[in-house]
């Protein structure tokens, strides 16, 4: 039988996780409605002063090399885009856990921000092929947060993560998150769902976090969105940015070519999209230190 471990410890660092402000999950809110226009977003951000600043900061920013300042915030707005403001404001709300220590992954500090920005502009790229049926602001978003239950369960796996990968091993369990479930009795994507749902965000972030390993299991009409964020993370894996000894035992689930259609030269693409977007946001969204 296995011995899991004591689950109660979990929940009870998930109850310490800090709420985030109410214009986040507003701006969160806004880009999750399909009907949204950039003018509602606007309209949340110009009541933050604070995300206003770094908005203006962000968009005059050398990385995106513009030729004049730009100084309103609807100009600012409409040049980065929706899934770059709500990135810039979950990157600053939820900075601790971005900036985790994965030790219990065998991961280091800032490997849950690269790995969840790849994936975040992985899952926007899948979405932006979907011919309208996946909200890219929503995929990008979803990415951004569908590891960040690592934050919290790396600091349960001191000991536990060579078993989970010596089960691996020998054949017990197919793939990374079926034995992290098995083993410590919940996985990753429950613990970032049961953090996220505290924040009062989107019944479709909330599935595609919590079934990003799993995304048959998510509702029928979120499934799209779902496998969007599944095939996301391990194109990220893929570009080289894991969070730790879990990354190369991911399995693909095949059954996303019912929802999603990309050929091989579309994945090939997104791959090079992902590199080239990463390099510009990686120290613009949040500073990471280094390079």
């Not at 979990?10 to 950039?38: F, G, S, Y």
């Not at 969840?116 to 995929?139: F, P």
Request: charged residues 25%.
């Amino acid at each position: 039988m296995t011995e899991h471990i004591d689950n109660e410890k979990i929940m009870a660092a998930i109850e310490k996780t800090p709420l985030i402000p109410a214009n986040t999950a507003q701006l969160v809110n806004v880009c999750n409605d399909p009907m949204h226009c950039l003018r509602d977003i606007v309209h949340v951000a110009k009541h933050d002063a604070a995300l206003t600043a770094n908005i203006l900061r962000v968009v005059n920013s050398a990385a995106f090399s513009r030729s004049i300042t730009i100084d309103t915030i609807d100009r600012a707005v409409s040049l980065l885009g929706g899934d770059i403001i709500v990135g810039m404001a979950l990157a600053e709300t939820a900075e601790t856990f971005f900036k985790k220590d994965l030790t219990g992954y065998g991961g280091h500090q800032y490997d849950l921000w690269r790995h969840d920005l790849r994936t975040a502009i992985a899952s926007k790229k899948i979405a932006e092929k979907s011919a309208g049926k996946i909200n890219a602001d929503v995929a990008f978003t979803a990415g951004l947060l569908h590891d960040l239950g690592k934050a919290i369960l790396s600091d349960f796996l001191q000991g536990t993560m060579e078993k989970i990968l010596a089960a691996i091993d020998s054949g017990q369990y197919a793939d990374y998150p079926t034995a992290e479930k098995e083993i410590v009795g919940v996985d990753h994507g429950y613990i970032g769902y049961l953090m996220i749902k505290k924040w009062n965000l989107p019944e479709s972030i909330l599935d595609a976090v919590r079934y990003h390993h799993e995304p048959a299991a998510a509702q029928p009409e979120l499934r799209p969105l779902v496998y969007a964020v599944h095939l996301g993370d391990l194109i990220a894996m893929m570009s080289g940015g894991g969070t730790g000894a879990d990354s190369m035992h991911c399995a693909l689930d095949p059954e996303y070519k019912k929802y999603i259609h990309l050929s091989e030269d579309d994945f090939s693409i997104i791959l090079l999209d992902v590199e080239e977007e990463y390099n510009i946001l990686k120290s613009t969204l949040f500073d990471q230190g280094d390079s």
